[in-house]
């Protein structure tokens, strides 16, 4: 069991130091450590109304008028909840706070697997303040990478505040200062306004396919614990792509499949992440899929493989 969660770390540790500094203000971010999480009774979870994000969607919503109550301690006015596809593959969720007035909603996200489970926990301090471009404002924002178990078919996502959060403030920098910035200007020597914390804001976010995911969430297919939730990279898909693609070679005798047929769903996914690793040369992540396919029931994985390495050739 040691060496299991010691491997479980190493994983996580790898996927994240590879997401963009930003991120994490500057902090270690552990999001399998649910220690600081607030404790959400299931009863609770199973009444809030989720808003649906699908792929390459962003969804925009005011807090104040969207948010739902949830009587928690540890969580301060409305909340956010959405569900994303999870079955789709790897999954890039960004979530951005806008500032207005000086005032912003410092968000802390959930996430939970399709029994409510909770996997991750992302705190207030990985939304990072971001200065505002030509087409953004000030905001807080962060970028998720999350890895769905198979099997899994939607992710949930808690967005809520605490009061530790309402008693911080976030610096930002002034309009005049980025503008300056932005076209080679000398910076003026003005003052940054702070935006206080509130229970209000503008929340947008966002769900995207991503082929560099980091954090496995819920129970792995074929699993006999019912409500087991597993974090970190332990799942078929997620190898490490840093190391030299491996020569082309024949793909291994088909191991012994299980005698179920795999369902439709995971079969699709197994192929289409076969196709991308063969697209990207990465023969070796192309085969270890493979592998795994076949070993889960697969019966279209190996066609699959040897006309993705063909068309490579």
């Given at each position: 069991m040691k060496m299991k969660k010691s491997l479980l770390a190493l994983c996580l540790t790898a996927g994240l130091l590879a997401a963009p500094m930003t991120s994490f203000a500057a902090i270690n971010i552990v999001p399998q450590d649910l220690s600081a999480a607030p404790a959400i009774p299931a009863s609770a979870l199973q009444q809030l109304q989720w808003?649906?994000?699908?792929?390459?969607?962003?969804?925009?919503?005011?807090?104040?008028?969207a948010g739902q109550r949830l009587n928690v301690s540890g969580i301060s006015g409305p909340v956010m909840a959405y569900s994303v596809p999870a079955n789709i593959g790897e999954l890039n969720i960004t979530l951005s706070s806008k500032v207005?007035?000086?005032?912003?909603?410092?968000?802390?996200?959930?996430?939970?697997?399709?029994?409510?489970?909770?996997?991750?926990?992302?705190?207030?301090?990985?939304?990072?303040?971001?200065?505002?471009?030509?087409?953004s404002d000030n905001r807080l924002e962060g970028t998720m990478k999350l890895t769905p178990a198979l099997g899994q078919q939607k992710l949930y996502l808690l967005v809520f505040t605490t009061e530790k959060d309402l008693r911080q403030t976030t610096q930002m920098v002034d309009p005049a200062k980025a503008y300056a910035k932005g076209n080679g200007?000398?910076?003026?020597?003005?003052?940054?306004?702070?935006?206080?914390?509130?229970?209000?804001?503008?929340?947008?976010?966002?769900?995207?396919?991503?082929?560099?995911?980091?954090?496995?969430?819920?129970?792995?297919?074929?699993?006999?614990?019912p409500s087991a939730v597993t974090v970190g990279n332990t799942a078929a898909p997620a190898y490490n792509t840093q190391s030299a693609p491996a020569p082309v070679a024949a793909p291994a005798p088909a191991p012994a499949a299980k005698s179920e047929p795999m369902l439709n769903d995971t079969e699709s996914y197994f192929n289409r992440a076969i196709k991308q690793a063969a697209e990207k040369g990465d023969i070796d992540k192309a085969l270890k899929l493979l592998n795994e396919a076949e070993r889960l029931g697969s019966k279209t994985a190996r066609a699959t493989f040897i006309s993705s390495v063909k068309g490579k050739g």
């Open positions: 808003t649906p994000v699908n792929a390459s969607q962003t969804v925009t919503n005011d807090i104040s008028v207005k007035d000086e005032s912003v909603f410092a968000p802390n996200v959930l996430v939970l697997d399709q029994n409510l489970s909770p996997a991750a926990f992302f705190p207030s301090s990985f939304f990072a303040y971001q200065e505002p471009g030509v087409m200007n000398a910076v003026p020597d003005i003052p940054d306004p702070i935006a206080r914390h509130a229970t209000s804001g503008t929340l947008a976010l966002k769900a995207s396919t991503s082929s560099a995911s980091s954090i496995l969430v819920g129970p792995l297919f074929g699993s006999s614990a």
